[in-house]
Nanobody
Framework: QVQLLESGPGLVKPSQTLSLTCTVS??????????WSWIRQPPEKGMEWMGA????????YYNPSHKRRISISRDTSKNQFFLHLNFVTPEDTAVYYC???????????????????WGQGTQVTVSS
């Protein structure tokens, strides 16, 4: 059974870097033609796709709104991929999800939302 599990600090101070890890078990992140993605949902707002790394590892894709602050990388030896978001503000407070998506966008990820394709999410609060 494939599982995705997000981990990282629950609290980050403004201007710092938010770093999250998604640990995948049950299938290698190098397999298939998938987009390993990060999505977030701020309080009382809709889902926002942040970015993705392709299973080939060759390409990364970012939401233009965050392109200057975001990077996504992976460690295939640990079957993990990562989100780094620089210079966070309280507006970055959200539940962050990692997901295995069929395309590098929110629609593709929402279509794949089910156990084994999405993690359960982790709350991140940006506050001093």
């Amino acid at each position: 059974q494939v599982q995705l599990l997000e981990s990282g600090p629950g609290l980050v101070k403004p201007s710092q870097t938010l770093s999250l890890t998604c640990t995948v078990s049950g299938d290698p992140i190098t397999a298939d033609n998938d987009y390993w993605s990060w999505i977030r949902q701020p309080p009382e707002k809709g889902m926002e796709w942040m970015g993705a790394i392709h299973s080939s590892g060759v390409a990364t894709y970012y939401n233009p709104s965050h392109k200057r602050r975001i990077s996504i990388s992976r460690d295939t030896s640990k079957n993990q991929f990562f989100l780094h978001l620089n210079f966070v503000t309280p507006e970055d407070t959200a539940v962050y999800y990692c997901a295995r998506c069929s395309s590098a966008n929110l629609i593709g990820c929402l279509g794949d939302r089910r156990p084994g394709r999405w993690g359960q999410g982790t709350q991140v609060t940006v506050s001093s």
